[in-house]
């Protein structure tokens, strides 16, 4: 079965660090980009980080930048979201993605797999 | 970078009925579009890609329309399971979501 997993979430103080992981099974993990989609309480999805199949490239929204790292070990199947120097803005349920990129754009076109998430509270 | 609207912000139907969700971008972005259901707890689900495309086990009574900049999510008939949150999706970009109560 084709499934993702998320843990690692929790309560954390702002200022705090966290780190999500998110395990792959019933597919070819290092073949396919990941990425990690947020959704704060009451709120739609924000798209939060991707990273390339390779792990050799990895994009950020803006609000994250230089605070959040994405990597992976596709030995372990495993997609990972480092947190640092937490917000409470960044509150929010954090789910892991299987990307599809488009064969003509090279963009991403969808997320086609998804976990079921895991809740990141900050707050002191 | 393209914004996506969706409306209405709530859709309140009666099972059997059709749900017709509508999903505006702010400019053309043809036929890149994905629509996905969300349900309170669960991973949300990739219904409907490139605009009319179904996803591998998605019920037929889902479909996608649209082009440019103008899509549509029709549910012909909605089931007792379809009521959910429902999201587009384009590139980087997710719309705010159309909630589908029951009436």
């Known amino acids: 079965e084709v499934q993702l997993v998320e843990s690692g979430g929790g309560l954390v103080q702002p200022g705090g660090s966290l780190r999500l992981s998110c395990t792959a099974s019933?597919?070819?993990?290092?073949?396919?980009?990941m990425t990690w989609v947020r959704q704060a309480p009451g709120k739609g999805l924000e798209w939060v980080a991707n990273?390339?199949?390779?792990?050799?490239?990895?994009y950020y929204v803006d609000s994250v930048k230089g605070r959040f790292t994405v990597s992976r070990d596709n030995a372990k199947n495993s997609v990972y979201l480092q947190m640092d120097s937490l917000r409470v803005e960044d509150t929010a349920a954090y789910f892991c993605?299987?990307?599809?990129?488009?064969?003509?754009?090279?963009?991403?076109?969808?997320?086609?797999?998804w976990g079921q998430g895991t809740m990141v509270t900050v707050s002191s | 970078e393209v914004v996506l609207t969706q409306s209405p912000a709530t859709l309140s139907l009666s099972p059997g009925e059709r749900a017709t969700l509508s999903c505006r971008a702010s400019?053309?972005?043809?036929?890149?579009l994905a629509w996905y259901q969300h349900k309170p707890g669960q991973a949300p689900r990739l219904l409907i890609y490139?605009?009319?495309n179904r996803a591998t086990g998605i019920p037929a009574r889902f479909s996608g329309s649209g082009s440019g900049t103008d899509f549509t999510l029709t549910i012909s008939s909605l089931q007792a399971e379809d009521f959910a949150v429902y999201f587009c999706?384009?590139?980087?970009?997710f719309g705010q979501g159309t909630k589908v109560e029951i009436k």
């Open positions: 400019q053309s972005i043809s036929p890149y």
């Open positions: 993605a299987r990307v599809i990129i488009g064969a003509t754009t090279g963009r991403t076109n969808r997320f086609d797999i």
């Open positions: 019933g597919f070819t993990f290092g073949s396919y980009w």
């Open positions: 999706q384009q590139h980087l970009t």
């Open positions: 490139d605009a009319s």
């Open positions: 990273i390339k199949d390779s792990g050799s490239e990895e």
